[in-house]
């Protein structure tokens, strides 16, 4: 079994014993699938996916007790800082930590482009129907879902990545060819 399989079933076993959170049972969103606005919060205000229509967006969920998800987090930044100019914007979603546990790891995050969002509960990894981590999810400039990707190990991330940049390549304007001469005659 490979690890993050076992964090994965580990992530799933804590989720579902939060005190006082009821599991609902929620399909995850599938490819081409409108893909759930709800992201958490960040300072106190609410993290909203189509405040970002237009651009593409990775959708990072990641809990503290996750190495493989914590690991990630520095390669995700570095997607963010290379293609933002084109219209990428990664979701860096923590669920299920503490405000306090939270706090303390954002502390850590010197300076981020990614945004960071926080869900201390477990709404809205299940309205994404996340039950398995690392959890990643590719959604369109349109707010719809392109690819999904979960309980990833490390050796595949790099994949993903690339995977990410050809899609924000694909979504780049072309450039406009020049109209060919009128043919001269008379």
């Known amino acids: ?31 081409g699938d409108l893909a759930p606005t709800a992201l958490g919060e960040s300072g106190g205000k609410p993290v909203r996916l189509e405040d970002y229509r237009g651009k593409v967006v990775v959708v990072v969920f990641w809990k503290a007790s996750c190495e493989p998800c914590r690991d990630q987090l520095t390669a995700f930044e570095e997607l963010n800082r290379k293609y933002s100019a084109q219209g990428l914007q990664v979701i860096s979603v923590n669920i299920g930590d503490s405000n306090k546990d939270y706090g303390m790891i954002m502390r850590r995050v010197l300076s981020s482009t990614m945004v960071l969002a926080h869900d201390a509960g477990t709404a809205v990894a299940e309205a994404w129907g996340v039950e398995m981590l690392p959890n990643a999810w590719i959604v369109g400039p349109d707010g719809r879902v392109i690819a999904h990707h979960e309980g990833y190990a490390g050796d595949e991330l790099p994949g993903i990545l690339a995977k990410i940049g050809r899609i924000v390549a694909a979504q780049q304007p072309q450039p406009q060819q020049p109209a060919s001469p009128a043919p001269a005659g008379g």
């Open 1 to 31: 079994m490979r690890v993050p399989l076992l964090l994965s079933a580990l992530l799933l076993a804590s989720l579902a014993a939060l005190p006082g959170v009821a599991r609902a049972v929620v399909a995850e969103p599938s490819r």
